[in-house]
């Protein structure tokens, strides 16, 4: 009997099972249909009924094309939405009298159906993919019509956070032991160095020197929410090149000193702005520490996607006011094929880094945080900003994002909760003095000189 | 790497690894601190720190007495309730302007800060068992107080209905093969008929006729929260004990003509009202039936815990116009050891059946449902009362609760979705005929035509 | 199973441990040096010894080159073979006065002191499939100098023949949830129709009508011993090409009339002639009809690897009493580009298929049995030669080998058992009346009447 | 390793599947038709046959009552012998030309024909199984009547020895996570310290300073080979109650300085002298080292089994030149409930120390062993006798088998390579100081001195 319980439990985690199998499933139905039938889920006492509807609904949103799928989102934000007059009086009632009986009802008109109507839709097997896959079909409609589609989006979002609490993620190695099934997806999601074919994902996973590691959500378990590749390394490495080299000398993982989280891509659009990644990195540091004592430094090898973005948009009174080592650098990335040419190259680097410098530590968003998404990322979990390499990514993507430019940030790990705190509570921009050296005219003064 | 991989799954999925494991944990906290740690929690940004705030957390309510957790419920109650005086200016402001930013401002304050408390609580290694047991002591201490305590069980159930959703749970068998760490917590969550030791256990777990099924949630894998056991035979026992004896001739599974679920337990105080029974029951008849083709029926073996206390308490008027019967049968259950009387047993036969039919078919609560709970439950999901037997239980509890009254509920697969709807509807009591036939004086007659 | 003892599980089975692991390994060891260590190991009485002892062994034997490996195995030939003189004293002894002591002397000294080296190596990490490979460079040895080397092989048969009994032989689907690490080895050794890249893999196992088999020791976990691709069909498909077509119509499983084992391809060339081939299939067709009870008919797609060869040796005289068609026939397909011509394949079909009735029916070796190999394996497992194509594999390979030809062999389950000990006792060739009805002269009339 | 792998290797590794299922097999078998199937199994060349055979023979011989057995081991013992009068031809003809052909037709004819046999019946579902039970059968007959069924015992052994090898083995940790149906046979097969009930069970196996390990056969995946339990605590302790005591301080594994091996069992008569208790300890102990650095001793905790005899048989003459302090020894110990009276107790110390010290060192059996049967094993195993116990076991059992002594033999890692080989060489029985130091007149000599 153990044997089938694997395989139920199997079939129940992967959802794979169907309902009363044996029954016919709607091929196709239209929105109106699909309204009717949500209506019923959301109010039907039933739960094996619900199982039932729900799946039905999911499969028939599935078919949907683009204009059906819009449609039925609109649906969503109208039917599904909390009755304003009720709530109103709801509303009305509570400010008059606000006692529990009134904050009770309020609370219950307040929140919109759509949260059941999701909640629900959770039922049917594999439920909480689709409804992953659901909130990626909405997003674009969303940017395009916020004032309509937010709300359902934020319903979504709003469950999602409580459902993919880090709480109930696993984390799991990928490595050449893996599922193909599963490393297929690794190909498919890699969004930082492309991964070209399965000899490449071999070289990324079976080397005694590279690991990598996802979380899953235990309904989801044959496909990652977010992956990281990490290299073991002696030192520091100056660029990804050094790193990807298939002829390197390979270390033993007990040897090495330096953990590189070289990569690191979030899977499923869906799930925006729920975010994990933090965790990943942390965990993935402790746990290798754990195995490996002799690792000393955990750091990311990192791009810079907004930096040639910046340059573009200084204004010229800035640009003028700029040291003449960094105007040169500026002209120098305008040519073509500077890259090529080493003196170049060699020429460029102290204006660059001297830029560099600048957007990492002065250059702000309105709301007082670094401009680089990358930067805000890791700095925000609590890491270092510990060194600018100029030309570690010389790749196509490397020079337009960033003029070639990379970072290392350091996760120093008994320091990253205070640098954490520091950064949310004062915008305190943590960086190595090395780098904040590179800021011009300020040679070896520390940040809070510099700020 | 496959190896370390494996236990790290281990590790987070049981949720017993320790967040930055060097450091040490406060040993006793006070609710002051307490408080003052799940304001810091809700209002962080900071993910990791999360994390290591919500296991000092739990760490320290864990350790409060009764008089400790109980003032930390109230502090609760106080300091995360919604803002009356924000909620009741975001409710007018709602009233008079009910636009989307007024909905969606009334909607944040209208959630109670203990929800986002809950979840990141959640973060914490053990945390979603924790949250359980953190209910399980909460539970008496609001039935005392409900005024107070009563907002603070809501915001527990509703988050335990959305991440104990039907789609989240596995189904596992347990059977002799399962690890002695759960079988240990069958024996003590045992609630219908008890098992007195290891011996019992294998007796019910071991044979060929006999299946036990759990569910479980992926983030609390060795403690089940609900478990049913069944009994296969060739013909629907008319008495626990024939079930349980273990000399009953024992039968090749793939022979089983009946399922008899005599059976179910749920765990966890603390998931109480959050119900997932019928998905279970509906589960396993659907699996049995897929392994198993030769099983058509699929009943219960279910206590009639109600049936006592209903004659008890039975108006003198009613008493009076009972049939002669139904009066002799009940002077013969106020007679100590009637039961050992094989006579007396048979001749409070008719009125004890006639007596049940009216407590299942004609009892009713105010809100229109049947007085049983057990019927309540099983109607609910859409099973049918299909036989009463007169002496299923004669054991102690047996005759207490139900003058040893047993009942089966027949789940009839292909229509318990229609039953089930009926039920929900229109209050609809589905019985067979051999039960509606023993109401007094309408032998033979339907259910609608005796109501 | 428990979670540790999983963990456990994959260390000690997979035999990556190390014994006594800090101290060093020797690195390069000749062959007297490795013999005294033989010896060593054959008399020591110390079992850890021994372990430590048999790493050190297989690793000098490793490292040694062709030279270096053909001197160790004439070594084991040499001085780990029966003492001639001692065993012509125990011979004697046993002939004048054949009693147990005798006799038990006689078999010790017997059995060359080889056997129980090997089994020692065993002890080593990954001994098992160590033993595997040092066969594998023995075989191509012993072939050149068989007096010399095949008592040394001799006894390693014999071991691996105890060894790889098919009750130690665990059966284990292979798809596309399959670690990558297996499927590069199914890459590398599908030696029928081969697969170029990770895509033509996963056509070959993920679709719903492909399935595929593999029988692995338990010692050697993630390296397979001999598998077996299948196509679930509709019909018994006339050509590979049909069968390994992207484009045909999937069909379900539970669909299926015909399972087709299209190829089987044993793993490991130090495995030759320890036979489990006949069981893998057997029981995938078992399994196969268990789960999916629609499959009615169990047929191979296989090749004829020595037709060609076959018709190019007849001697002139059978050539000159061929029937016209078959003369044409082999004018045809000795003509350059014939296959490319629709006409030719025609006019080339009745000789082609008669001659082949000719080979496969009367064409015998020396012993009696078929020429063909494919033939002699199908027909020892109890199968019927079942249908004979014309084109049916119209590649290079096919062309070359077999002027096209492809064949089914059918196993009909509930006579295997029975046509197997026919044609083990009798030489009877189990042949279906299409493939008898081409015999020359002959047609409809069954095999003994044309034998 | 992929779900589907997992499953179908449970349904193949648990040996349960049947074979062509659907049909009969015999009830039952008298021994002239399992003598007569013996032989067609033998002569068989079908493989697919010869499983069916396997089946229907072991199915008989689990059938047959004593009588029968042993009509079968006799059939055994004349049917599937070698062939005398063919056997004295061929050594004949080998003693006269001792050539490769006339070795091999030797050899051939030298194997019994039984060990083919039991190779062949390891073909049927859970062959080994019913191979090592068929063993356990055997040895009481093979004990009464030698000359005719030890040479059916040796061929089984043989078989044994080969398939039971090391390098086949898996060590798994037994815990309170293990299935309840392995963990019944440990109470069962607990050999040295009885486990009264699942209670006790748990003691042994749930609390952070106990570890359990087991070898598994990967046929035999629900039955352990042999195990082993183990007491992590700061010292070596002085007496199994000690170690036993519920009430005891429990510390962190992660803090014990000191392991302590207090039962060691094997669990199948059938596998009676094929050894493998040595492996188990040192694997074990370097697992531990590996995962607990701060241990630092490896200790038994044994029973002295042979001692009271010993003492009780010791000639009149030795009994007179025994030191004064022995005699008194002596005598107390033949006082009834002398263990009961601590100034006895303590009176009694030195001479039954002084006694063991000469049991140990200088008692030896005829081939100049230790008469001591664990001190052989241990010893055998290369570690050293560390202390004697005085009272260590006062358990009835203790008394009555060494006058409640107990010893400590420790595994010293590094050492015990090089103790075992001068054990098994010089016959050098290592003893620590305090030990050598007990023998009567000779503190703190070396044992050398005093051999």
Redesign the interface.
């Known amino acids: 009997?153990?044997?089938?319980?694997?395989?139920?439990?199997?079939l129940?985690?992967i959802?794979a099972r169907s309902?009363?199998a044996g029954e016919e499933r709607p091929q196709s139905v239209d929105v109106p249909e699909l309204a009717a039938l949500c209506h019923r889920l959301v109010s039907?006492?039933?739960?094996?009924?619900g199982?039932?509807m729900a799946a039905d609904i999911i499969h028939g949103v599935r078919a949907l094309d683009d204009k059906g799928i819009k449609r039925f989102f609109h649906m969503l934000a109208e039917e599904f939405?909390?009755d304003?007059v009720e709530?109103?009086?709801?509303?009305?009632a509570?400010?008059s009298h606000?006692d529990?009986e009134a904050?009770?009802r309020?609370?219950q008109i307040?929140?919109?159906p759509r949260q059941e109507l999701f909640?629900r839709l959770?039922?049917?097997p594999g439920?909480?993919a689709e409804l992953v896959k659901l909130r990626e079909r909405l997003l674009p409609l969303c940017r395009k019509d916020p004032?309509r589609l937010a709300?359902v989006d934020?319903d979504l979002r709003h469950?999602f956070?409580?459902?993919f609490?880090?709480?109930?993620?696993?984390?799991?190695?990928i490595?050449?032991?893996?599922?193909?099934?599963i490393?297929?997806k690794i190909i498919q999601y890699e969004a930082v160095h492309a991964i070209g074919?399965?000899d490449e994902l071999?070289q990324r996973l079976?080397p005694a020197d590279r690991?990598c590691f996802a979380f899953f959500h235990?309904?989801i378990p044959?496909d990652p929410l977010i992956f990281v590749e990490v290299a073991l390394t002696d030192e520091i490495p100056a660029s990804i090149a050094s790193v990807l080299d298939p002829d390197r000398a390979i270390i033993a993982a007990e040897d090495a000193q330096t953990a590189v989280f070289y990569s690191i891509s979030n899977c499923h659009k869906g799930l925006a702005s729920v975010?994990?990644g933090?965790?990943l990195i942390?965990?993935v540091a402790?746990?290798l520490k754990e195995?490996f004592p002799s690792l000393k430094t955990f750091v990311t090898l990192s791009p810079v996607p907004g930096f040639s973005a910046w340059i573009e948009a200084l204004p010229k009174d800035v640009l003028e006011r700029l040291e003449p080592a960094e105007k040169r650098a500026i002209d120098i990335v305008s040519e073509t094929d500077w890259q090529a040419d080493p003196a170049r190259v060699e020429e460029a680097r102290p204006g660059i880094l001297s830029l560099a410098a600048r957007y990492f530590l002065r250059a702000k968003r309105g709301d007082g945080q670094p401009l680089d998404p990358v930067a805000r990322f890791h700095l925000?979990?609590?890491a270092v900003l510990n060194r600018i390499m100029h030309m570690g990514d010389p790749s196509r993507r490397g020079l337009a994002q960033a003029h070639g430019l990379m970072v290392n940030y350091l996760y120093d790990?008994p320091k990253?909760?205070q640098r954490?705190?520091a950064y949310?509570a004062e915008g305190e921009i943590a960086a190595s003095r090395p780098v904040t050296g590179l800021l011009p005219g300020r040679g070896g003064h520390t940040l809070k000189d510099v700020a």
């Open positions: 009997m153990s044997r089938v319980s694997l395989l139920s439990d199997l129940s985690s959802g309902w009363f039907s006492r039933g739960e094996a009924t199982v039932r939405s909390p304003p709530l109103a009086e709801a509303a009305t509570y400010a606000p529990a904050l009770v309020l609370q307040a929140e919109p909640r959770n039922l049917a439920g909480t004032a709300p934020k469950l956070q409580s459902w609490n880090r709480g109930f993620l696993m984390l799991r190695p490595d050449w032991n893996t599922p193909a099934s490393l297929e074919n399965w071999r079976a690991r235990p309904s044959d975010s994990f933090s965790f942390k965990q402790e746990d195995h925000g979990n609590g790990l990253v909760e954490h705190e949310a």
